[in-house]
Structure formats: structure tokens, C-alpha cells
């Protein structure tokens, strides 16, 4: 199996591109994102505990967010891997998933890094927010928190998966997407 993270700050594409490079590559998507707004929609227990921390722009505990990417591991039949999105986003998850692949016999692939300036962050979240009607992407503070989020406990994940020779970083600050969606499928095939 592999297993790939596709990495960057909000806003920089990675739902977007996740789909095209799912299909190439015959890859489960799994992004946490998703998984949530399903709990919530859902209206669950845990739906209504995540609602909560999103609308204010903070994490979901590291437990939640494991049990589901596991539970996904075990029970996707019929693709070569899996493309993690929105997980990790601290050194704690990514310690975590190295543990679990590990206990299977598996490795991380690699990551698959879009990076943006924080100003692009901010007008994608916004244009995104009014597009698909995302409340948890509305307020400039909740953008803002997010942006500090990312840098205070995404970021450092570049230096640990550097470290561990899995880190590769592709531009997504084209303005046209098919432009960040070559860049990130020129990556793939190199790392596949």
C-alpha cells in the first residue's frame, strides 16, 4: 500500500487537487475535513463536539481524528493507497501515523506539499467560504485563527518529514488552477 499526505496551509488546493490525483493513482481520499462535516451533518455526538471546536477555528482531539483515518485504513478494500488530507497537522499526529503504518509494516510514500503566502490563504478561504456556503470559513477571525493554527502547529511538520526524506513542496499560488494541479501531478509521478 502506499500512503501519502497532501500537505500546505489552508486554503492552498488540496481538496482541489486531491481529486485528479485519486483517480491517477487509484487512491482512497481521505480527508478529515470531510470525515467531520459527515459526523456533523450526521448530527452525532461527535459531529456536535466538532462543530463546536471548527466554528472557532481550533482543532479536533488527536483521538477522534486517529480512530477515523484507522478505522478508514482497515476498511477501504480495492485502491493502492490512500491520500491523507487535513491529517496529521501536529507533531503528535504524525508521530501517531507513523505508528500505526508501523504496527501493519507499512511507511509513509511521501508528502505532497502545496504551499501559498498567508495572503492567498485569506482570499481563498474567503472566495471558498462564499462559493460553497461554509460558515466555519466566513469570519476574518476564524481565517486568521486558522492561519495561526497552521504556522504554530502544521508547519513544524515540514522540518520532521524533511528529516525523514519524505518532504516535497510544489507552488499552488497560480492563479490558474490547472497550472497548481500539473505542478502537483508532475510530483506524484515523480514520487510513484
Known amino acids: 500500500m502506499k500512503y501519502y499526505i497532501l500537505f500546505g496551509p489552508p486554503g492552498a488546493g488540496k481538496g482541489t487537487h486531491a481529486a485528479a490525483v485519486v483517480r491517477d493513482y487509484n487512491l482512497k481520499h481521505l480527508s478529515t475535513g470531510e470525515l467531520l462535516r459527515a459526523e456533523i451533518a ?15 477555528g481550533a482543532l479536533v482531539p488527536d483521538e477522534v481524528v486517529e480512530g477515523m483515518i484507522e478505522s478508514a485504513f482497515k476498511n477501504t478494500k480495492g485502491v493502492d493507497g490512500f491520500l ?11 508521530e501517531a501515523l507513523d505508528a500505526m503504518l508501523a504496527k501493519n509494516g507499512e511507511e509513509l510514500s511521501g508528502v505532497v506539499s ?22 466555519d470559513d466566513a469570519s476574518d477571525d476564524t481565517i486568521n485563527n486558522r492561519i495561526r ?22 507552488a ?4 490558474v488552477l490547472e497550472v497548481n494541479r500539473a505542478r502537483v501531478l508532475a510530483l506524484m509521478q515523480e514520487l510513484s
Do not use: S
Request: aromatic letters at 6%; hydrophobic letters at 35%.
Open 42 to 56: 450526521a448530527g452525532t455526538e461527535l459531529g456536535k463536539k466538532a462543530k463546536a471546536l471548527i466554528e472557532a
Open 84 to 94: 491523507l488530507d487535513g491529517f496529521p497537522r501536529t507533531l503528535a499526529q504524525a
Open 114 to 135: 502545496i504551499m501559498i503566502p498567508d495572503e492567498l490563504i485569506r482570499v481563498r478561504i474567503k472566495k471558498r467560504a462564499n462559493e460553497e456556503g461554509r460558515a
Open 149 to 170: 493554527t497552521y504556522h504554530n502547529q502544521t508547519e513544524p511538520l515540514i522540518d520532521y518529514y524533511r528529516k525523514a526524506g519524505k518532504y516535497h513542496e510544489v
Open 172 to 175: 499552488g499560488d497560480d492563479p
